[in-house]
Each structure stands twice: as C-alpha cells, then as structure tokens.
C-alpha cells in the first residue's frame, strides 16, 4: 500500500509540474512572440490578434487555412510589404487570437475580419488572399462587402464537394481529426506537447515519431505532412510556430474549425458568385483544374493560374507565383484608383 501511494504522489507532483510548465510556458511565449503584432476587440469582446507591415494602398489582407496562422504567410507578405500595405491576422481559437465564441463558418469568420479592420482603423480597399479554408472566407468577404473589395487572390481553395455533406467519403478524415485533438488536449494541458514540439524543432524527431507512431500510422503520417510544410517557412518563424503547437488553446480552436466544416460546406456551396471584381485562382499541379463552370461559381471575373511545381500549399512551393499574382492585383488597383482621380 506504501508504494501504491509513493507512486500515485509521485503522479499527482509530475502533473502539476507539467500543468506549472505549460503555464508558464505559455506566459513566456506570448511575451517572446506577440510583440510584432496587436490586439483589436470586436462587438462580441474576442480579441483577434493582427500583424502589419508595409505602408500605402490598397491593403493586401491574408487569411490562412483552416489549422494555420498569420505566421503562415511571413515571406510572402513581407515581400509584398515593400509595395503597399499588408495585415495578417490570427482567426479566433488560433494563434495569439481569443478562443472562440461563434461557430467557424465562413460567414462568421468574414464578420468577425470586417469589425477588427474597421476597429483597427484599416480602411479599403482591400485586395484579399486566402488559401484552402482561408478562401472560402475571402470569398464570402467579398460577398458581404464588395464595395471594400478590389481584387481576390485563392490560393488552391478549400473546393466544397469534396467535403462532407457533399461527400460523405471525407467524414473519416473529420473523425481522425477529431480522434487526433482528444489526446492532444489533455497531453496540451500537462505540458507534454510543449516538450514534444520543443523536441520536434531542435530536430530531436525520432521521438515525436516514436509517440505519433504510437497512436498509429495516419498519426505518423500526419505529423510528416506538418514537418514537411513548417521546413518551408522561414526558419525564423519556427520558434513562434512551435509555441501556437504547444498551447491547449490552439488545438480546441482546430477542433471548432472542424466540426463547423459541413455547415460551411453548406454555406459556401449555396453561395453566389463574386460579381465585377477580379479573382486569381491557383491551383496546384497535382490537383485537378477549375472547369470552367467552377470558375464561374466562384466569380464572373475569375480566372485561373496552374501551379505546375506545387502541392496543396503553393505560397510555401511557389511564392513568386503568388507574388505575382497579388503584384498584379496591386498595380490594377492603383491604376484604376488613379485614373479614376
């Protein structure tokens, strides 16, 4: 009985260790990483946390896909920084942004964008970039607000028949999503994440393989998928990428973007197409083209862009092809503003 208690003590200490470090982690984190950028309040009290840079109109404004954050975008929007003015932003339930408070449909997710610019005192035009899920929102901004709207740069959106409800053959990938976040919140919580991703970016991976392995081989593959994008990004971003990785916070977030993905479906299938404003569709070289008709569900003025050299994730295999893109949508509207003047 001695021993028994010995062991549960020793197990009570180690976890409220663990619960101490990921706190105080956290804490440090933010303090270390958020500084570049701000907080905006929006009418429902979140706080969405933005990132800017550059100077001049119109504003080029980036969403990300459906698990990333602003860090996602930080060679092609400071590059773009040298031409006019950017922001970037972190969705709520992820990233540095408040947990959140409506469910993460495309339509709640453009409202929520519209308040932190207005309230943040960006004024449009905006020129919108969005990639996967992060263009179906661009695509309903566009919708609700077309008149602050002067181009929309998709980046391989997120394409609605090919999820559930329109088909049902995506709802395992939902199920092991869902599966996936039910053990990380609770390893989140107790700091083992934090020291697992810590071990992932000081490339001590055969670990983290060895715990993915573990929970079985869609896991193993998932997080070789995740390391094989994050080693695209500048090196400098890690840190910060690492850090979202380790709070409970971001994987709750995922959580809510994924149950919310049918509704979205839903929402986005139904929706209308973006009129009398230039949309840039790119799509990669391993995925099926746009046809016409899709192009037209998008956007009387859409037209499409073929990634030849890239996967799913185009502005990392690619990025001059989406600098050119947004460069253009940029020089339009500055001529178009000019001889309008």
Request: glycine share 8%; with cysteine.
């Amino acid at each position: 009985m001695y021993v028994v208690l010995c062991i549960a003590a020793f197990a009570v200490v180690l976890l409220a260790a663990g619960v101490l470090y990921q706190l105080l982690g956290s804490r440090h984190d933010q303090r270390r990483y958020a500084g570049s950028g701000r907080w905006v309040t929006i009418e429902n009290g979140a706080k969405l946390y933005l990132f800017e840079t550059g100077y001049g109109e119109p504003t080029v404004l980036f969403e990300s896909g459906i698990g990333a954050t602003n860090l996602n975008w930080r060679h092609v929007q400071e590059t773009i920084a040298r031409h006019t003015g950017t922001v970037s932003y972190d969705r709520c339930g992820l990233g540095w942004s408040s947990h959140c408070r409506t469910a993460r449909t495309p339509g709640n997710i453009a409202a929520e964008l519209h308040q932190m610019l207005h309230r943040a005192g960006l004024k449009p035009p905006y020129i919108l970039v969005g990639h996967s899920f992060g263009g179906l929102v661009m695509r309903r901004f566009a919708l609700l607000y077309p008149r602050e709207v002067a181009g929309v740069v998709l980046i391989d959106p997120m394409r609605c028949e090919e999820w559930p409800p329109l088909d049902p053959s995506k709802q395992s990938q939902l199920d092991l999503g869902r599966k996936l976040i039910r053990y990380a919140l609770p390893v989140a919580g107790c700091g083992l994440t934090r020291l697992l991703v810590s071990l992932l970016f000081c490339r001590a991976s055969n670990l983290t393989d060895q715990v993915a392995g573990a929970t079985g081989t869609n896991s193993r593959h998932v997080l070789g998928r995740i390391k094989t994008e994050v080693r695209k990004m500048p090196r400098a971003v890690w840190p910060a990428v690492a850090a979202h990785w380790s709070r409970p916070g971001f994987y709750a977030g995922i959580r809510s973007h994924l149950e919310s993905i049918p509704d979205s479906v839903t929402e986005m299938h139904a929706a209308e197409p973006i009129r009398s404003i230039p949309v840039t569709v790119l799509t990669p070289g391993n995925a099926t083209p746009f046809s016409d008709r899709d192009l037209k569900h998008i956007g009387d003025c859409a037209r499409q862009v073929i990634a030849s050299k890239s996967a799913h994730w185009i502005h990392l295999d690619e990025p001059d092809l989406v600098l050119d893109s947004i460069r253009a949508m940029v020089a339009a509207t500055v001529a178009e503003t000019t001889a309008a003047d």
